[in-house]
T-cell receptor, first 118, second 113 residues
Framework: GAVVSQHPSRVICKSGTSVKIECRSL??????MFWYRQFPKQSLMLMAT?????????EQGVEKDKFLINHASLTLSTLTVTSAHPEDSSFYIC??????????????FGPGTRLTVL | KNQVEQSPQSLIILEGKNCTLQ??????????LRWYKQDTGRGPVSLTI?????NTKSNGRYTATLDADTKQSSLHITASQLSDSASYIC????????????FGKGTTLSVSS
């Protein structure tokens, strides 16, 4: 159990366009979902934390108007990169925490989405 | 400042050999320490988790140790396989809720035949 999926796994877009990435918890309900960004040979950097039905909390330096997060249900969160630029090219990974059950302190990670902005 | 430092940055070993990866942390407060395996282009997958009172934890060919006094952890891989080639990330959680994770940069392991 505790499977998190992301869609798409890979996306290439033109500069100036918007891209939406979905994160789903497939077999559990998630109180909280997290969005991370990972540049080559770097560690995961937390971008924002989202709770179902409320506004996301963004980390310092992350533009909330550029990275729109919607957490519409206990199993789905979306990250929209608006007006994407080449410097937004990165590996975006989401994670989710269980609503209830064993180890509610554990974050389960999705497989990631590779975004390339041309 | 909360930090997690890993060494070596990269490592190349022959198939069948053992290896040990290191993690030093300066994180307070401390809740638990996890080792993750991240294959290229994939998300991290948890290998082990240890709390303050645990010294060692095994998961198949992976054995993690924790010295809470010196704030050091190691991950030992026995009889390495080609599929062990990946990045191994040490992650320290500093809160009970599991929301504050401090990531190391990882050790890139390459296992060759």
């Amino acid at each position: 159990g505790a499977v998190v999926s992301q869609h798409p796994s890979r996306v290439i877009c033109k500069s100036g366009t918007s891209v939406k990435i979905e994160c789903r918890s497939l077999d559990f309900q998630a109180t909280t979902m997290f969005w991370y960004r990972q540049f080559p040979k770097q560690s995961l950097m937390l971008m924002a934390t989202s709770n179902e039905g409320s506004k996301a909390t963004y980390e310092q330096g992350v533009e909330k108007d550029k990275f729109l997060i919607n957490h519409a249900s206990l199993t789905l969160s979306t990250l929209t990169v608006t007006s994407a630029h080449p410097e937004d090219s990165s590996f975006y990974i989401c994670s989710a925490k269980r609503l209830a059950g064993d180890r509610t302190d554990t974050q389960y990670f999705g497989p990631g989405t590779r975004l390339t902005v041309l | 400042k909360n930090q997690v430092e890993q060494s070596p940055q990269s490592l190349i070993i022959l198939e069948g050999k053992n290896c040990t990866l290191q993690c030093n942390y300066t994180v307070s407060p401390f809740s638990n320490l996890r080792w993750y395996k991240q294959d290229t282009g994939r998300g991290p997958v948890s290998l082990t988790i240890m709390t303050f009172s645990e010294n060692t934890k095994s998961n198949g060919r992976y054995t993690a140790t924790l010295d809470a006094d010196t704030k050091q952890s190691s991950l030992h891989i026995t009889a390495s396989q080609l599929s062990d080639s990946a990045s191994y990330i040490c992650v320290v959680t500093s809160d009970q809720a599991g929301t504050a994770l401090i990531f190391g940069k990882g050790t890139t392991l390459s296992v060759s035949s």
